[in-house]
Each structure stands twice: as C-alpha cells, then as structure tokens.
C-alpha cells in the first residue's frame, strides 16, 4: 500500500512541475519549490526501496527478471489469439504458453523494467544540475518524461486488467491485490504451465 500512495505521489507531484507548473495541485505540497523537493525525495525513496529489495531477495529478483525477458517464437500465437480471448472469452481461450508469465505480462514487466530504470537514472541527472551540463539536463528532462508516459499507459492497462472490467480477467484482482488465489479454471486458461505445476504439487 505504501508503495502505490508513493508511486501516486511521485506521480502527481511530477504531472504538476511539467511546463510551468500546475498552480492548483503545486499548492497541496506548498508551492512550486516544495512540490520538486517532494517529488525528488519520494523518488529517492522508491529508488532506495528497489535496491533493497533486489539484495534482499536477490534471487526472487534474478527469477523475476529471467521470466520477465525471456521470449519464445510459441509466444506469437498467444499475441494473434489474444483478441479473440479479450473479446469473446467464453467461446476462445488464448494460445498456451510457457513460462511464469504470459507473454502480456512479460512486454508489461519489461516496459515497467525499463521505464523504471530510466526514470532513476535521468531523475538522479536532473537531482543534481550542477555536476552534468545543460545539454545532459536537456535530453535526461526528455527521456524522463517519455518513461512516466510509458508507464502509465503500461499501469493503466494493468488497472484495467485488475478492474474486472474485462470478462477475460474477471477475478484476477483476487490474485493480483487479494489473498493471491484465483480460480482454477481461468488460472488453466491464463497460466497453464503454472496450474499444471501447482496441481502436482497438491497431488503429491
């Protein structure tokens, strides 16, 4: 939970400083100066937290990782059935995959990943002006912003999944935000290989 109220945070806080600044919002922080120390903090914070995390449970983060960027030519047949599923999903099912991840949840990882990594670079450059010229300042400005877009979008489609909104995923939130369990038949047809595994498991 505190990680979603921080993410929010940075977020709005970053949304008010672009251009000239949004008045309204600037103001619920103290005003414009004050609006870029909290946004630079809460983002020093959730960097700090990442980095905690990945030593800490460094191999759940090798595991992540590995799952997250590995790739099969099989995977294109769960891209080409995906529509059909999202659209239709009592009548189809989307192709079997391997792997933790469905390849959507891979691209979606990937792009968070990513996007994170340059958020945290480009937000440290631009923390500290005086040690980078303003040309590095100007570019690390840019980039910082095509990755928040970038991840919003990626988050507003990982809301729109969670909602329930989409018949193809009712029940998911369960998984995603519950107590972590979903229901066996729409766990048989979004993650095969892992249902398989856990049903071995049970039986043994």
């Not at 921080?6 to 100066?33: C, D, K, Y």
């Not at 294109?76 to 999903?89: A, E």
């Not at 729109?160 to 972590?180: C, D, E, K």
């Not at 993650?191 to 398989?196: G, I, L, S, Y």
């Amino acid at each position: 939970m505190l990680v979603y109220i921080g993410i929010t945070l940075l977020f709005v806080t970053g949304i008010s400083l672009l251009g000239n600044g949004i008045p309204r919002i600037e103001a619920l922080f103290g005003g414009h100066e004050s609006t870029g120390r909290w946004h630079r903090w809460i983002g020093f914070a959730l960097i700090g937290l990442a980095v905690l995390v990945t030593l800490v449970r460094s191999r759940a983060a090798w595991r992540f990782l590995r799952d997250s960027v590995t790739f099969r030519l099989a995977d294109l047949d769960w891209f080409l059935t995906y529509p059909r599923f999202v659209t239709r999903p009592a009548r189809a099912a989307p192709a079997r995959h391997e792997g933790h991840f469905d390849p959507g949840q891979r691209v979606f990882n990937v792009v968070v990943l990513i996007a994170f990594l340059v958020l945290s670079v480009t937000g440290l450059f631009m923390s500290f002006p005086e040690k980078f010229t303003p040309a590095v300042f100007a570019w690390s400005f840019r980039f910082h912003r095509w990755a928040t877009w970038a991840i919003v979008v990626a988050a507003a489609g990982h809301v729109l999944i969670a909602s329930g909104l989409l018949r193809a995923y009712r029940g998911v939130w369960r998984a995603m935000h519950g107590a972590g369990r979903v229901d066996v038949s729409l766990a048989r047809r979004l993650w095969p290989r892992w249902a398989e595994q856990e049903s071995a498991r049970d039986e043994s």
